[in-house]
């Protein structure tokens, strides 16, 4: 039974900036692993200014062929899911491919911002994506922009929008930005972890250290909510739609 998703990696090995070969991503897989990781999901970036959607469909249906085959005799190791980093661009909530895109069974897509202030256009662009393909976009790496964003605005902005929030384990892992992070998730702002890894080390897989700083200071009982809501995420079914957007 699948409990603990790290919802975002780069484990896919030679399609983006992440793992640069099958071995990296097999040992990646390994680290995971060691964090009580259930289920990763392959996030390769996806950028619709100047790739081509179906040449990368293609090369990340190769890519993770090639890895379930690496690992279809290794035990113990997570199970690996399907979706992409897909950074903003203007016309997005048009986009007629937008559902390729998606995390696999799921009718969530992994949305990274532009590291520009949000303006209110891209703000209603982003909010418009449920209404137009009944995809929910959940916010990668919402500590990356707290800086470019003022803090106030980063954690309202999406309130009552169709949107969720994922925060990298490096947010609660990194003392400096702790408290900020173990508040967001306390107060219900941030609703999916992940590693955000790209190899074994400078970026490796590290949410069970995530896991370990919530558990410690929020209890079990923050933990039990991170998995309950991945669960849900990852099965795909329609509650995850009836779940209340703050
Ligand atoms: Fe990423």
Known sequence: MIHMIDFHSHILHQIDDGSRSIEQSVQMLKLTAESDVDK????????????????????RKERYSELLDAVRDSDGLPEIGLGAEVAYFEGISDCDYLSEFK????????????????????????????????????????????????????????????????????????????????????????HLLGSDCHNTDSRRPNLGAALEIIRRRLGTTATDRIEEFSSLADSGGSRITEVHFR
């Open 40 to 59: 990763i999901i392959a996030t390769p970036h996806f950028y619709a200014t100047r790739q081509d959607p179906e040449a990368f469909i293609t090369k």
């Open 103 to 190: 995390i696999q069974n799921t009718n969530l897509i992994l949305l990274e911002m532009p590291m520009n202030e949000w303006n209110e256009r891209i703000i209603r662009e982003v909010s418009s994506i449920y209404e137009k393909h009944q995809i929910v976009p959940v916010i990668a790496h919402i500590d990356r922009y707290m800086k470019i964003m003022r803090r106030k605005n980063i954690v309202e902005c999406f309130d009552g929008c169709p949107v969720f929030i994922q925060a990298n384990a490096s947010f609660f892992a990194d003392f400096f930005s702790r408290r900020t992070a173990l508040k967001m998730l306390s107060d219900g702002r941030i």
